[in-house]
């Protein structure tokens, strides 16, 4: 039966078209094939050329991460989804946001929202690391460091810090990060990133993490 064949041969829950097209080259018409998945409730689309398994033949969850990488790039995942996912803030955040070097963009899809933040390529390669999620999954996503800097880079606008107690309250009483990640920050990273961001207020708060670092 093609919806068994199909799980059989895919490891995962996420399904890119080229992926399916090669499952269902020795079927004839396979793109009539795809629209039978689909209205069986076998795959479900997340976007056009993009899947996943419906309830009934998913063997475990689909991965939210790799899905922010796949529906749109380049991209990788930053700012509030980033951060939770470090425990730097303690919130749950739903929507998976992510920076790109192309147009902002927004999906609201079957799997949940997705958001994609414009960064210029200058600012965008540093920071950027594949974390091995498990033995089939590999995602890119900020380094702590740098989804910090995404996170006050997109902030910068309403931002008017002046000393450190200012930082303090920014950081710990409205934005309610858990201080002990935060001051385990990569030190020489965080001195790369400004290096290259050159942001008066984000120089203020990594100068302020680097000495509270050392207490």
């Known amino acids: 039966m093609l919806s068994q064949t199909l799980r059989n041969k895919t490891p995962n829950e996420e399904i890119d078209y080229l992926f399916l097209n090669d499952i269902l080259k ?6 009539m094939k795809i629209g039978w998945l689909l209205k069986n409730g076998v795959i479900i689309r997340i976007k056009k050329g993009l899947y996943v398994f419906g309830p009934d033949f998913s063997r475990k969850p ?26 730097i803030i303690p919130e749950r955040v739903e929507t998976v946001t992510s920076i790109t070097c192309k147009r902002n963009k927004e999906f609201n899809t ?23 999620l498990d033995e089939t999954h590999q995602i890119l996503i900020a380094t702590p460091e740098k989804a910090l800097f995404d996170f006050i880079q997109f902030s910068a606008g309403t931002l008017h810090l002046e000393n450190d107690e200012d930082i303090y309250s920014f950081l710990f009483e409205d934005m309610r990060f858990d201080q002990t990640p935060l001051f385990s920050l990569d030190l020489k990273q965080l001195n790369e990133i400004d290096r290259i961001v050159r942001n008066p207020q984000i120089t203020m708060i990594f100068q302020y993490l680097q000495k509270r670092s050392r207490l």
């Open 26 to 31: 020795d079927y004839n018409q396979p793109r």
């Open 110 to 132: 079957p799997a949940g929202r997705f958001t994609y933040r414009y960064l210029h390529p200058h600012k965008y390669f540093v920071g950027v690391t594949q974390h091995q």
């Open 62 to 87: 689909f991965s939210k991460e790799v899905l922010a990488n796949l529906i749109y790039g380049p991209s990788y995942i930053s700012l509030e989804y980033a951060l939770y996912f470090y425990n």
